[in-house]
């Protein structure tokens, strides 16, 4: 007996195990059902979309050593937040006065934790008065001065760069105006200071600033990580109605019986409390990407169950017994459905080799919820079909409608099959004007972008009607942070909200550590923002001084006799400078670019806000060769853009993965099974024209492969891959007892035609729901994995007949039922 036999024996085994013992198999399937639920209550979920991407990255990891190297953690860290003022004039003494009132009535709650403000108000009232120190002092200031008198001091201060720095790029020195203006809040934070501690600040500012006339608005990191962590909820409560509602017409048209209906669905919700439970036991955290997974889930086991029921009935109607129909159709169906499992898994176990955790979680969790939807509607469902028809039976319930859902003599089963009736003239052309459409697609797709930004988790700054009109409780939260970094980008020159940092290391007590330092900054790239002079906008141990200086007459002199070449930077006993310089008042911001063994400082430099983030990124690692010391490129946008490289490495990577081994698997299964290896070949080629027209779609509408639409190449694999499995598979069966290619593909499509048909619906709609998720990301994945699922379903009735068609007119073998019968 050979392998194909034993496994065959096998299948019919099992078979006959669920059909002779229905009832034990469902008491087992309910009584796994029941642990799975234990592991709800272990299902954490993470809110930070953008930091599990980082986490164990290599430009992540430098970043974090130079946050270690640069922080002590016995010192209070500093957080800050920011004041988003806009109106017609920011400038105006009432605008002023209103700013500075906002940052008092801040200080004068303790639990915000203020310990200084930087920013237009601030700023003009020193400029008034140098002596008010205070917020208080600077409100008297402002209250006191003179509409004329503020704005002369305004008009002096055009050139200070501390000022125009908070400024948009509208301010007009002559009319004293300005749409907006930034003004920066520090926190004194103690030790174990938690992100949520800092939501709980931001939040509660920015419900100050929304109590205050006029348009004054807070940002930071820790409301953009409150919207993050709202997200997930809304788009469940809005996606996950619309999905089951579709699900549910579908299913009435599918099954059109309501008891059948109610036991597809049974099976639907075993599937998703099988995987939660199984997130909760593994520790996979739940995210945002995680909420396509039941989405995908409910896909697939909509396609087995739709198979399993409309093959059942096709044997039924011919009048055969409940058992034995079943036992044909499931022996029928048992080898599809495992070898659309394995490709499957394949598809979206891919996902697994990602550097990047979140894809990879996502991965593990899709492949075990496959094998559980596997499980339950290869074994539980048909046990479960065959007890309920008993009870029916017994209790003289009638069937509904137990026709299948296309027929040979159906209108649309002739209209299913006319692509196998067309392309029998000329397959070869068919199958050649595929290849060449498919590789021009290919072509044209290869230039699609890839993204990484806080922004693609975040709703976009004008949410649809359909969801702004949503009544409680599905209305979502008030988003605002799009909307911010929008106007930042829009307003002002420098991005207020990114910048990066060159970790330098080396001996800077040598003479010539602080010119090295300042002089690449003369002639920076365009992509860094450009200050006073021309040179960069930096940050660093310099800029400390200089500004210790102005402050402290001695130290300015000690700088003075310093400076060998009068241009403000000292280079002559550092060691002698630095030690003054930490013993100062400014020894908390000095640490925060030098080391206290002088042997590393970092720079911090502004980004221009026209810079994309790519050009940012690899504009800073370039400028790291115009420095003498070792210098690293690191930052925010410097790890955004390496997580970008990589999702495009994950993405080609997963892609030659899931097809390299789903047609390595194919070969084999369709060799050892029905010794017609060839048609394992056969098999991918629908599936590679479709992911070639999927890739091209994907740049012709603009859509970046991002955090989750970079799974979109291997998971459309693993889904499509269905389509022409299922449809291979009967045709096997109906090849093996004609010797008719060109017939027994017509037979196909015709009949399992039907159920490809209702399965593409219900999967197209229901992962297509996911476009109403009100972030771009689970939007875009959402419509490509419509998109994805169409194309699947059209090129296994339009590529596969022609592919069919030569694989018979040029095989060496002959029908599986002339070698057996020899």
Known sequence: MGIGDRIEAATRRLNDTIVSRPRAVVLAFLVVTAMFVGGFGLISTETDSTESFTDGLEAQQALDSVNAEFEDPFRPEMESTQLIHTGDNVLTKEALVRNIRLIEEIESRDDLRMASASGPAPVVAQAIDPSATTVA??????????????????????????????????????????????TSVSHDVPQGFTDDDLTAVQTSIQSLASSEPGDIRAFGAGITNAEMSNVIGDSLIIVMPVVVILLLIFLVVAYRDPIDLLLGLFALLMTIIWTFGFLGYSGIPFNQQMISVPVLLLAVGVDFGIHIINRYREETVQ????????????????????????????????????????????????????????????????????????????????????????????????????PAVVSRYAPTVFVLVLLLTGGVAAAYGSGVDTSFETEDFLPPEQQPGYVTGLPEPFAPSDYTVTETTNLLEDKFATNQDQSVTIYFEGSFEEAHALEALAS????????????????????????????????????????????????????????????????????????????????AAQVVYSIDSDASQSA???????FTEDFRYTATATGQVVVFDAVTGIIFTSAIE???????????FLVIAYGVLERKPMLGVVNVFPIL??????????????????????????????????????TTHRFIDEFNESGDAHMAMVRTLSGTGGAL?????????????????????????????????????????????????????????????????R
């Open 137 to 182: 002092e600077q409100r008297r200031v402002l209250e006191a001065a003179s509409a004329t008198e503020i704005r002369q001091t305004i008009r002096s201060l055009s050139d200070n760069a501390q000022f125009t720095g908070v400024i948009s790029e509208d301010f007009n020195p002559t009319s004293v105006s300005a749409t907006a203006s930034i």
């Open 520 to 599: 690449p900054n003369d002639d920076p790239p365009e992509e860094l923002a450009v200050g006073a002079g021309g040179g960069a906008q930096a940050q660093s141990i310099l800029t400390v001084i200089q500004s210790h200086a102005q402050q402290n007459p001695e130290f300015a002199e000690l700088i003075a006799r310093n400076d060998q070449n009068d241009n403000g930077i000292p280079d002559r006993n550092l060691d002698r400078i630095y030690d003054v310089l930490f013993a100062s008042s400014a020894s908390d911001q000095a640490s925060q670019y030098l080391t206290e063994d002088r042997q």
């Open 757 to 821: 048909l209702g399965s593409m619906l219900t999967t197209s709609l229901g992962t297509g729901a996911l476009a109403l998720a009100i972030t771009p990301v689970l939007g875009d994945f959402g419509l490509l994995m419509a998109i994805s699922v169409v194309y699947s379903f059209i090129f296994s009735i339009v590529a596969l007949p022609p592919a069919v068609l030569l694989w018979s007119r040029y095989r060496n073998s002959e029908p599986l039922a002339i070698v057996r019968s």
């Open 689 to 726: 024209i479709s992911i070639a027209y999927l890739i091209g779609t994907m740049r012709y509408l603009g859509m970046a492969l991002n955090a989750l639409t970079a799974t979109i190449l291997s998971i459309s694999i693993g889904l499509g891959i269905a389509y022409s499995v299922h």
């Open 654 to 664: 997963g892609l030659v993965l899931a097809i390299g081994l789903t047609a390595i």
């Open 319 to 418: 009048g055969f017994e409940p058992v034995k129909a079943m036992r044909t159709a499931n022996n029928q169906l048992m080898i599809a459905f495992v070898i659309v499992t394995v490709t499957t898994v394949f598809g979206f176990g891919a996902n697994v080799i990602s550097d990047l955790t979140p894809i990879r979680n996502m991965g593990i969790a899709s492949s075990a919820g496959i094998i559980f939807t596997f499980l339950i509607f290869g074994l539980f469902l048909p046990a479960a079909k065959l007890e309920v028809d008993k009870l029916r039976a017994r209790f003289g319930v009638p069937e509904f409608n137990s026709e299948p859902i296309a027929s040979e003599d159906s209108a649309l089963g002739r209209a299913l099959s006319l």
């Open 616 to 622: 940012a990124a690899d504009a800073t690692r370039q």
